[in-house]
């Protein structure tokens, strides 16, 4: 998710998470876990440059509105187009932030010598007929010190079924140090010129298709499909029940204080556990549990509570760099038949083990090892540290999710992966429109406080300068505590290059 607030990211994995930390649940102790809880952070990668999926014909669906969503290098994008006769894009789906830009073919940066704006392709205004400019003060930052400005317009924006939008207010980065265009579908009232500007909102990509009659509700659905899926799906106006499991359960957005709409996509997580491969569980955090967290495809990976990060490092025996804080773990624990799961007021959606470990390189771009040569892979958690805590697309493959705008809720259930085939049904008008959708009982919801967050494209880089256990990987000693807990583990029966022990868990 791309955000507009500056705030700089450590580490060598740059990630971008715009969501709220702090719960009033417990403020007197801010106790999160069981042991121990706090905040924490991480970021998606897929070293997968030619892992381009063949175009497929897309049908008009009545009702709805498809559009396929690419994984390219564990982001996730849109191959869209803008104005007439239509120009080709293809931009980076966020549900973190709100405003669609486009890279300009005029900028300084796409016009380099090595044409770094070609794969995801530029917009030229003078060469569209239904262009018309809006303003200048398009102006968008974010964590990583990347930002774009330049001009407002209005376009048609054309998706990839072939549904056409008219008059749609986008962004056009004349000036940018990102090669990457944006697709943000988030709430209106988080776009730059209510935020940074004071100005009011203007309607956004889903408003203008109801009020288009594409869609009846102002709502979309997402599928991301498994980490090795080369496509997802973002269905807007309609759910698609042949990709999940049981029925979806709705919860309402958390608003930050003071505000009466909400402004990101933040509900309240109110359980984290471990289940291992015979099925035992166990719970990492207290009865009494309650953080928001950002639901953000702009994020690669998921950053939650610094204790709660380090509990599942030392129960899965991830090795945390201290000075990158990058876990890293040996590649074969994808094979491990283990879950991390996440409640939401009853709401379980548990992330298969090997959904959460990402291949690593080095600086030449080949696989990281151990020192005996094991594969060396990321873990997709990370630490969230004093910023917001995020679920991003490490969380989301595993999830079906429903992003009701016009109600301010998401439903959400346990997603299947690979299906082909297809079940679309509408989401109509009004309060519990959502189809296979059922509200949480007693739904807790904790007023958001901070701000600020991350966003990357890129995949931490393994080093070779200095090395520990890892080949090509920087890492520090680390103290005795963390070295015991990083060889610990739950997951009974991994079979690891290095001594695993028990941690914290019996069987």
């Not at 288009?212 to 899926?229: E, V």
């Not at 990709?243 to 009466?260: A, H």
């Not at 490490?394 to 998401?410: C, G, K, M, W």
């Not at 009004?430 to 966003?455: M, Q």
Request: charged residues 20%; glycine residues 10%; contains cysteine.
């Amino acid at each position: 998710m791309k955000y507009t607030s500056f705030i700089i990211c450590a580490a060598l994995l740059l990630t971008k998470v715009l969501a709220a930390e702090q719960s009033d649940i417990n403020p007197t102790t801010g106790d999160s876990l069981t042991t121990r809880p706090r905040s924490f952070k991480f970021e998606k990668v897929n070293k997968n440059p030619l892992n381009i999926p063949r175009r497929q014909r897309h049908r008009k669906r009545g009702g709805s509105v498809l559009q396929r969503l690419e994984n390219e290098d564990f982001l996730y994008f849109a191959a869209v187009s803008l104005g007439t006769p239509p120009q080709p894009l293809r931009l980076h789906l966020d549900t973190g932030s709100s405003d669609i830009w486009v890279e300009s073919a005029n900028s300084g940066l796409c016009q380099q010598a090595d044409s770094p704006c070609n794969i995801t392709g530029t917009f030229n205004r003078d060469e569209s007929s239904t262009y018309s400019r809006i303003s200048s003060d398009f102006q968008i930052s974010y964590v990583d010190g990347e930002y774009a400005q330049g001009d407002y317009g209005k376009d048609v924006f054309h998706l990839g079924d072939g549904s056409s939008v008219k008059g749609v207010q986008f962004g056009i980065g004349l000036e940018s140090t990102s090669t990457e265009g944006i697709m943000g579908i988030g709430f209106e009232q988080n776009e730059v010129q209510v935020q940074r500007l004071g100005k009011p909102p203007y309607a956004g990509l889903v408003d203008l298709m109801v009020q288009q009659g594409l869609i009846q509700s102002m709502a979309y659905s997402l599928w991301l499909n498994d980490l090795d899926a080369s496509e997802g799906e973002i269905l807007f106006g309609g759910v698609d029940t042949a990709k999940f499991n049981g029925q979806l359960t709705t919860l309402p957005i958390d608003k930050r204080s003071g505000d009466t709409k909400a402004r990101e996509f933040m509900i309240t997580l109110t359980s984290v556990g471990l289940t291992n491969n015979k099925g035992t569980s166990l719970t990492l955090t207290k009865n009494n549990f309650a953080i928001p967290v950002l639901l953000d495809t702009g994020t690669t990976y998921s950053y939650l509570p610094t204790d709660l990060f380090q509990e599942i490092c030392n129960q899965v025996g991830a090795q945390v760099n201290d000075r990158t804080g990058v876990p890293i773990v040996p590649c074969n624990i994808r094979s491990y038949k283990g879950s991390v799961d996440y409640s939401f007021s009853g709401a379980v959606i548990n992330i298969p083990l090997n959904e959460l470990v990402v291949n690593a390189y080095t600086y030449d771009g080949s696989p990281a090892t151990f020192d005996d040569g094991t594969p060396l892979c990321y873990f997709g958690i990370l630490d969230a540290g004093s910023e917001n805590n995020v679920l991003g697309d490490t969380f989301l493959r595993s999830a079906y999710i429903v992003f009701d705008l016009e109600n301010e809720e998401i439903s959400i259930g346990k997603a299947l992966f690979n299906v082909s085939d297809s079940k679309i049904m509408e989401i109509g008008k009004g309060k519990n429109a959502v189809p296979d959708a059922t509200g949480a009982k007693n739904a807790i919801t904790v007023a958001p406080t901070a701000t600020g967050g991350g966003r990357s494209n890129n995949m931490p880089i393994a080093s070779g300068d200095v090395t520990l256990s890892a080949v090509g990987f920087a890492t520090d000693r680390p103290s005795s505590r963390s070295e015991a807990h990083s060889r610990g583990s739950l997951w009974s029966g991994l079979v690891f290059s290095f001594l695993v022990t028990m941690s914290g868990f019996v069987i």
